[in-house]
C-alpha cells in the first residue's frame, strides 16, 4: 500500500515537470513571432467596368417571371402537350443522336408542313369564290379572261348564257364586254393581272368612272354571291350594261 502512494506522488511529479517544460517552450516560441509591418498595396476596381460586366447576360442571375396571361397559359398548356407527347412516342427514353435530332426539329417541320397546306388550299380555291358554286359557273375562270376579251365574240357568249338561264354567267360576259369595250376606246389598258378597282382609276371621264364603278359592284354582287339570280333581277342588271356600253 506504501509502495503504490510512492507511485502515484512520482507519476504527479514527471507529469508536472512535463507540463512545466511544454509551457516554457510555448513561451520562447511566443517571444519569437514576427509581424509583417509591410506596405499593403490595396487594389481599386473600376467602376464602369463592373457596370459593363452587370449588363453581361452571362452574369444576370435574376429569375425572369413570365406574365400570367391567356397567351403564357395557352403557350404553358401547349408545351406541356408537346412534352407529353414526346414522351410517349420516346416511352421515357432520351432522345440522343439522330433521334435528338429529329425530335428538335419537329415542330419546325409540322409548322412548315402547315404553311405549305394553306398555301395549297389557297392556291387551289378560286379567289371568286368559284369553288363554291355549281359546275357551270366554273366554265369562266379567271385564266380565260383574256381569251375571251381579246379573240371570242362575247355578244355571242351572252346570248347562249340565256339560251341556258344562266344568268350569272350572262353578267360575267357583260362585264368582259364592258371591258373589253373600254380597252378598243384605250380607255383602261386592260391586262390580266389587274383588279377592277385598278380600272377605276384609270377612266378619266367622270360620269363613266362613275358608271363603270356602279357596274363594277352589280357584277361582283351577282358573279360573286353564291345564290340564284332571278329573271327579273337580271333584266335590270342588262339594262344597266346596256345603256353604258351603248356609249362605248
Same mark, same amino acid.
Given at each position: 500500500?506504501?509502495?503504490?502512494?510512492? $507511485? !502515484?506522488?512520482?507519476?504527479?511529479? +514527471?507529469?508536472?515537470?512535463?507540463?512545466?517544460?511544454?509551457? #516554457?517552450?510555448?513561451?520562447? +516560441?511566443?517571444?519569437?513571432?514576427? /509581424?509583417?509591418?509591410?506596405? $499593403?498595396?490595396?487594389?481599386?476596381?473600376?467602376?464602369?467596368?463592373?457596370?459593363? =460586366?452587370?449588363?453581361?447576360?452571362?452574369?444576370?442571375?435574376?429569375?425572369? $417571371?413570365?406574365?400570367?396571361?391567356?397567351?403564357?397559359?395557352?403557350?404553358?398548356?401547349?408545351?406541356?402537350?408537346?412534352?407529353?407527347? $414526346?414522351?410517349?412516342?420516346?416511352?421515357?427514353?432520351?432522345?440522343?443522336?439522330?433521334?435528338?435530332?429529329?425530335?428538335?426539329?419537329?415542330?419546325?417541320?409540322?409548322?412548315?408542313? !402547315?404553311?405549305?397546306?394553306? +398555301?395549297?388550299?389557297? #392556291?387551289?380555291?378560286?379567289?371568286?369564290?368559284?369553288?363554291?358554286?355549281?359546275?357551270?359557273?366554273? %366554265? !369562266? =375562270?379567271?385564266?380565260?379572261?383574256?381569251?375571251?376579251?381579246?379573240?371570242?365574240?362575247?355578244?355571242?357568249?351572252?346570248?347562249?348564257?340565256?339560251?341556258?338561264?344562266?344568268?350569272?354567267?350572262? !353578267?360575267? /360576259?357583260?362585264?368582259?364586254?364592258?371591258?373589253?369595250?373600254?380597252?378598243?376606246?384605250?380607255?383602261?389598258?386592260?391586262?390580266?393581272?389587274?383588279?377592277?378597282?385598278? /380600272?377605276? /382609276?384609270?377612266?378619266?371621264? %367622270?360620269?363613266?368612272?362613275?358608271?363603270?364603278? %356602279?357596274?363594277?359592284?352589280?357584277?361582283?354582287?351577282?358573279?360573286?354571291?353564291?345564290?340564284? +339570280?332571278?329573271?327579273?333581277?337580271?333584266?335590270?342588271?342588262?339594262?344597266?350594261?346596256?345603256?353604258?356600253?351603248?356609249?362605248?
Amino acid at each position: 500500500m506504501q509502495n503504490s502512494f510512492y $507511485i !502515484v506522488i512520482l507519476f504527479f511529479c +514527471v507529469f508536472s515537470f512535463s507540463l512545466k517544460a511544454e509551457i #516554457l517552450d510555448s513561451t520562447q +516560441v511566443s517571444k519569437d513571432i514576427r /509581424y509583417d509591418d509591410s506596405v $499593403i498595396s490595396v487594389q481599386q476596381f473600376n467602376a464602369q467596368t463592373l457596370e459593363n =460586366i452587370k449588363l453581361e447576360e452571362a452574369f444576370n442571375y435574376e429569375e425572369l $417571371i413570365p406574365p400570367d396571361n391567356l397567351w403564357t397559359r395557352f403557350k404553358t398548356w401547349l408545351d406541356d402537350l408537346w412534352d407529353t407527347f $414526346i414522351n410517349w412516342i420516346l416511352q421515357g427514353n432520351e432522345a440522343t443522336g439522330l433521334l435528338g435530332l429529329i425530335v428538335r426539329a419537329l415542330p419546325y417541320l409540322l409548322l412548315l408542313g !402547315v404553311l405549305a397546306l394553306l +398555301v395549297w388550299l389557297f #392556291l387551289k380555291i378560286d379567289m371568286g369564290g368559284s369553288g363554291l358554286k355549281n359546275g357551270s359557273l366554273n %366554265k !369562266v =375562270i379567271l385564266t380565260d379572261e383574256q381569251q375571251i376579251i381579246e379573240t371570242q365574240n362575247i355578244q355571242e357568249l351572252i346570248d347562249d348564257a340565256l339560251l341556258q338561264k344562266n344568268y350569272q354567267l350572262a !353578267v360575267r /360576259y357583260y362585264y368582259l364586254l364592258l371591258l373589253q369595250k373600254l380597252a378598243n376606246k384605250d380607255i383602261i389598258d386592260w391586262q390580266v393581272q389587274k383588279t377592277n378597282a385598278d /380600272y377605276v /382609276y384609270e377612266i378619266k371621264n %367622270k360620269e363613266l368612272r362613275i358608271e363603270f364603278t %356602279k357596274l363594277t359592284r352589280i357584277y361582283d354582287f351577282i358573279w360573286y354571291g353564291n345564290f340564284e +339570280v332571278s329573271e327579273s333581277a337580271f333584266n335590270k342588271a342588262e339594262q344597266e350594261f346596256k345603256k353604258t356600253t351603248a356609249t362605248l
